[in-house]
C-alpha cells in the first residue's frame, strides 16, 4: 500500500488519464487489453514472464519470425490459453514448470524454467524451427541499465530491458497524419506494443505529440494510493511496428516515416517512439483505465 497523498493535478505541468493498459505475456508474442493490472517490481503483473527460445536457449522474436505476432495469449484463473491460425489451443498452467534452464536475453543470461514438451512441440509447429517456451525465474533479479536508471535498481522480466513502456494518443495521431498525407494507411497503437496508452484529460489541455518524452516522474492516482513511474529511456524501435499485427505481413512505411522526424540524439540518433518507465512507488497496487495522472516537464 502507498502512503503517499493523492495528487493535486492543478500543481502539475501535464494532466492525463490512462486509456490503455496492455499486457504481453510471451515476449514477442501478441499483447492483451486489460481493464486493470497489478503493478509489480518488474511491471505489469504477468508480462513478459514468458519467452520463446531457440534450442541453444537464445531468444525467439517477431524479428526473425513475424508469425509470432499471430499468437494470441489469454490469462484466465489457473491457466494462459495460446490461439494461432491452424493450431489447436495450447493451455499452460500457471503455477506448474519444469526444469530449471538458463537463456539469452540480448545481452543478459537469464535463469529461467522450461515448460515442456507439448509447448515446445507447439512452438516448433507453428514457427517451423525449433523452439521452447520458458518462464522467468522469479527469484533472478534481471536488473535494467542502470546508465538510464541512476541509482533506481530498475527490474524486469524478458522485456527488452525496462520495465513498462508508456506512449500517448497524441503521438500516434501525429505519426498516422504524417502517414496519411503521404498516402499511406493509418497505423494502431498494437504496432508499439505500450503497457500504458496516455490520453489527454477532458478538464486539462491537450497532450502534444511526444509529451511523454519529456515527463518527470508520472503520479498515477490509484484507489490504494499513489503509484509513480518514473520515465528513463526514450524506447528505441526496432523493425517490429513494420509488421502488421492481425496478418504478420511486414513493409517499411513506419520506419520510414519515422526516420523522417524521429531520429533521438538521447539514443545515438535511433529513432525512438514512446518512453521506457520504472516503477518507484506503488508496487503491489493496482493500474486501471481512466485513472488520472499528473507529471512535471523536465526532458527539454
Known sequence: MS??????????????????LYVYPIKSCAGV????????????????AWMVVDAQGQFLTQ????????IQPQIKHYEMVLRAPGMLALHVKLDEVEAPVRVQVWDDS??????????????????????????????????????????????????DGFALLAI??????HLNARLLAAGQAAVSMSRFRPNIVLA??????????????????????????????????????????NID??????????????????????????????MNLIPLTGIELQLALGQRIGASYRFG
Open 168 to 173: 500517448s494518443e497524441a503521438s500516434l495521431e
Open 63 to 70: 524479428r526473425e519470425f513475424p508469425r509470432m505476432a499471430l
Open 110 to 159: 537469464v535463469a529461467a524454467f522450461d515448460m515442456g514438451k507439448v509447448a515446445a512441440q507447439w512452438f516448433s509447429d507453428f514457427l517451423g524451427t525449433t523452439a521452447r517456451l520458458v518462464r522467468f525465474d522469479p527469484d533472478h533479479k534481471r536488473i535494467s541499465d542502470k546508465q538510464w536508471t541512476g541509482e533506481v535498481e530498475g527490474l524486469n522480466q524478458f522485456s
Open 200 to 241: 489527454s484529460a477532458p478538464d486539462s489541455d491537450a497532450l502534444a505529440a511526444h509529451d511523454e518524452d519529456r515527463m518527470d516522474v508520472l503520479h498515477v492516482s490509484t484507489a490504494q494510493g499513489v503509484v509513480q513511474l518514473k520515465p528513463v529511456k526514450p524506447c528505441p524501435r526496432c523493425p517490429i511496428p
Open 33 to 48: 487489453a486489460v481493464q486493470d493490472a497489478i503493478l509489480t517490481e518488474t511491471g505489469l503483473e504477468f508480462d513478459r
Open 245 to 274: 499485427p492481425s496478418s504478420a505481413i511486414s513493409s517499411p512505411e513506419v520506419s520510414d516515416m519515422l526516420q523522417r522526424y524521429r531520429a533521438d540524439a538521447r539514443v545515438n540518433g535511433a529513432i525512438s517512439f514512446g
Open 3 to 20: 502512503n503517499l497523498t493523492k495528487p493535486e493535478f492543478s500543481d502539475f505541468d501535464a494532466s492525463c488519464v490512462i486509456s490503455g
